[in-house]
């Protein structure tokens, strides 16, 4: 038996985890264990509660206003006993947040071989994405086996001459989608659950990213006023994260605002689902860059680098920086021109194809020569 141990701490860590989880879970030569610090708490349980995933262990380091050298300190003393306790074959982590970085040092510590799930992102900027941009790459010198999600991945880690194999496998959120998104589906919150989606154009909002915070959150709030100002039929649907630091912007400004309804954050299947039902999508995130297409819906990113140049190349997402006249003059033309539209609705997702998991677990057997290696994702 391969003892496999997966530690994530966030939402997004867990939903891309969800499905390799499940996939282990099915393997005969796998013993399975999960650990999470709940460096997010509340919108981590949503998720492990929709993926029926019940971690053996819960470190619970969450605490209010937490600073990254909290999480860090508190993540990496716990799990450095947790992993000698467990003693596993292999260390799993996922994507570039402070606990990514944390469990690959952990096992690193105990001489434990880390696997680094969608592994090779990268924007060359050490303070955008912060601090993820750093914890990506640190958890690159740390890991031994690298599952990057497309070729260009592969190729920014060849760049840097990383050590250890890298196998391109597509993108585990991709996985997630055929577990989450129904067409007869109803909504968990009671908000989106009495919305007629087909009484005007939806936008999903979601902004939280932590340079993002400041002057560039209330450009974005300012482009959504002038939007639904301007367009009668389009209404912005905003889950706003629970940082003070972002509910203290976004509220001032978008609070009371005609055909703008913002809600709490809602658990991966509304989130899914919602993202399914909208016309477009603005975003900062990371996660719903690599979704959105997959449910054929155009995004504007709203940052000034993204990780995911592929999306940009592809014609599924445009860069609509976080300046207030940039990000209303793609909107508007999104909204006013179809040929625009549907060229970035209809383009083909270049991040994955479902069968992520199950390469990453080929992949992981072929390491411990229980396997031949998986095929590549193309």
Do not use: W
């Not at 867990?14 to 650990?35: D, G």
């Not at 924007?123 to 690298?146: A, C, D, K, W």
């Not at 703008?260 to 658990?267: G, K, S, T, W, Y």
């Amino acid at each position: 038996m391969i003892r496999v141990l997966s530690i994530f701490g966030t939402r997004p860590e867990a939903i891309k985890m969800a499905p390799l989880v499940k996939r282990l879970e099915e393997e005969t030569s796998v013993e399975n264990i999960v650990c999470v610090t709940a460096q997010h708490r509340e919108m981590l349980d949503q998720v492990l509660e929709v993926f029926g995933i019940e971690p053996d262990f819960d470190l619970n380091i969450m605490k209010e206003r937490q600073t990254l050298s909290d999480i860090t300190v508190n993540a990496l003393s716990k799990l450095y006993d947790l992993i000698g306790k467990v003693k596993p074959d292999i260390v799993l982590v996922q994507g570039d947040t402070t606990t990514t970085f944390v469990g690959a040092l952990a096992a690193f510590y105990r001489k434990i071989p880390v696997g680094h799930v969608e592994a090779g992102l990268r924007t060359s900027n050490r303070y955008s994405p912060f601090p993820e941009e750093i914890n990506r790459r640190l958890t690159s010198v740390l890991s031994t086996l690298h599952f990057a999600p497309t070729k260009r991945n592969k190729e920014n880690l060849l760049r840097e001459n990383t050590m250890g194999k890298i196998y391109v496998t597509g993108n585990t959120v991709i996985d997630a989608l055929k577990y989450t998104v129904k067409e007869d589906y109803r909504f968990e919150d009671p908000v989106l659950r009495s919305v007629d989606f087909s009484s005007g154009r939806y936008i999903l909002l979601t902004s939280h990213r932590r340079e993002n915070i400041g002057k560039p959150l209330v450009n974005i709030c300012r482009a959504v006023k002038r939007i639904v100002e301007e367009f009668e039929d389009v209404k912005v649907i905003y889950p706003v994260h629970m940082n003070p630091a972002v509910r203290e912007i976004v509220f001032p400004i978008l609070e009371g605002t005609e055909r703008v309804i913002l809600i709490d954050p809602v658990n991966v299947i509304d989130m899914h689902n919602l993202m399914a039902r909208c016309y477009l999508i603005m975003t900062d995130s990371g996660g719903i860059q690599e979704e959105a297409p997959a449910l054929g819906k155009p995004v504007v990113v709203l940052r000034k680098e993204t990780e995911r140049p592929e999306a940009i190349e592809a014609g599924v997402a445009v860069l609509g920086g976080v300046e207030e006249k940039k990000i209303f003059g793609i909107v508007k033309r999104l909204l006013t021109d179809e040929g625009a539209y549907q060229q970035m609705a209809k383009a083909v997702n270049p991040f994955g194809d479902g069968r992520a998991s199950k390469r990453i677990v080929k992949a992981i057997l072929h390491e411990f020569g229980l396997s031949d290696p998986p095929e590549e994702f193309n």
